[in-house]
């Protein structure tokens, strides 16, 4: 676990840009370190499976580490009866949300094996002020579940202009503070019109710690895997006779 926090304190610079750091593959691991331990334990498939989705230009989302230390390209995997979302990292992590928010996390360590938010969802859909209670259940270094509820403050801060890829949203920025026995966190959040939740800042837990998610639209995909192909691109040298 030493091994993730120690990763994402010490990528290079140039792994900043989106995603386009991991040799062969032109996608970053955005929580650098799991790569190894998905191959120690065979993950299924990670690679290929984000590759297929990659083909068929499933919907994206970017996720960047606390920091910016890392970032890359989700890809929506499946959405359930009930609304959940499973987005897939390059790097076989699984990030699950709810309306925009997260609810469960896979391959992580300190993984989110379930959550509760509702409250604040309906404060955030109403655009209102007012205290809600949230419930998670993570699962600790020795792999055992722990529950731990808080008590949130939600605030509405006003309308934002969103700079997204490819165009500006208008928004609503929402801030979530939670007060909880062990610990405290604080979640933002930027609401469109028609109440999509286009860019967040959600805990994950103590090892990856806050991480940006800023959902894509088919333009803004567009723009980010220009940006990616750019990058990618070998440098051109001048020719000398």
């Excluded at 290079?12 to 062969?24: K, M």
């Excluded at 989705?53 to 580490?65: E, F, K, V």
């Excluded at 928010?101 to 959550?115: F, K, T």
């Excluded at 007060?179 to 837990?205: C, H, M, P, T, V």
Aim: charged share 20%.
């Amino acid at each position: 676990m030493r091994g993730i926090r120690r990763l994402l304190t010490t990528l290079s610079v140039p792994c900043l840009i989106l995603a386009g750091c991991a040799a062969g593959t032109g996608e970053t691991a955005i929580f650098p370190g799991l790569q190894g331990f998905l191959n120690r334990h065979k993950a299924p498939d990670a690679v290929t499976r984000y590759a297929a989705l990659s083909q068929t230009n499933a919907p994206g989302m970017i996720a960047r580490g606390k920091g910016n230390e890392a970032s890359g390209l989700l890809r929506l995997q499946t959405v359930s009866q009930d609304g959940v979302e499973s987005w897939l990292a390059h790097d076989g992590s699984v990030i699950s949300m709810r309306n925009g928010m997260v609810i469960a996390s896979r391959g992580l360590g300190d993984d989110m094996m379930s959550g509760d938010a509702s409250q604040t969802r309906a404060l955030l859909a109403a655009r209102a002020k007012g205290h809600a209670k949230r419930f998670v259940a993570r699962l600790d270094g020795d792999d055992q579940i722990v529950q731990s509820s808080f008590v949130c403050d939600v605030v509405n801060a006003g309308p934002v202009q969103l700079d997204a890829p490819g165009r500006k949203i208008s928004t609503t920025y929402m801030t979530e503070t939670c007060y909880g026995a062990d610990y405290s966190f604080r979640n933002l959040y930027w609401l469109g019109d028609e109440g999509r939740i286009w860019k967040s800042r959600q805990l994950l837990g103590g090892l990856v710690g806050p991480v940006d998610f800023q959902v894509l639209d088919a333009a803004g995909l567009a723009v980010v895997l220009g940006r990616q192909s750019s990058e990618a691109e070998p440098e051109k040298t001048e020719a000398h006779p």
